[in-house]
């Protein structure tokens, strides 16, 4: 399949993540259209409308189509889990990737790959040195059951003759976008980012290797099967904490966030963010994958 012949369908294209792998998309002659719960006419890329609460879709999307992407689900960390929006966490994951798979099934369409998103929440909310690869097993707690009910009903995408990749993704960082200028912000308060004792991995991956990677698995058509979407020096918090306060050159004032406020601002979520595993990469290196940006180093430059 030639880059230049095939056609790309960005479930949540609209996102930081979907719109920064559309802009790099087409420039390798990738032709994009996005499938959105609601149309932006101030765009110029081909848009598609579905909602799947509806059971709702433009069945045009997936004619011509021969690579389609998920990237669809409610943020995790803009609201506190309630038991509704926990089910809403849920459902536009797992059911949305269900109804996806149902509709091309039902119409018989041709997608030559399936590229979905999940997270390395899919691990659990455990703080170990042991380093996670693709084949550890899945964790116990409310985001990992979720990752693991997203990947099952990807998965059965292979059944319709699809090629399918999953990747695991950790927190997306790049200048100018949300995570990165929350913190840099902070920074720039004197206040540390630091949330418990700091000693919980972070795993990350620059915005640039992100859409990258989806690139690569695309070209190499012989990949399959989950792939860890994390920067291959992985660190702790509180060196996070620490090395944007190198970038803006103030020294803090606040160190950290107490573990016990911390579970009081974010509810049954702060479990996810005072916790955090050593995240490996090296399925990806050994297919290949050259990372920009290994280190956080690596963006100061």
Known sequence: ??????????????????????????????????????????INIKQFEWDFEKAFIDTACFEKTDILINLAGASIRDKRWTKHYKNEIYNSRVLATRFLREVIECNKYRIRTFIQGSAVGYYGNETTSDMMGEDHFPGKDFLAKTCEDWELEAKKFSELGCRVCIMRTGVVFSPGNEAYETMLKLADYKIGSTLGDGHQYFPWIHLEDWCRMVIFLIEDQLLRGAFNAVAPHQIKQAELNTFFHKKTGKKQMIHSTPAWFTKLLFGEMAENLLNGSSISAQKILNAGFKYKYPDLNSMLK
């Not at 095939?6 to 479930?11: G, M, R």
Request: glycine letters at 10%.
């Open 1 to 42: 399949m030639r880059s230049e012949l095939a056609s790309v369908l960005i479930v949540g294209g609209s996102g930081n993540l979907g719109r920064k792998l559309t802009e790099l998309l087409t420039e390798k002659n990738f032709k994009v259209r996005w499938l959105t719960r609601k149309l932006n006419s101030k």
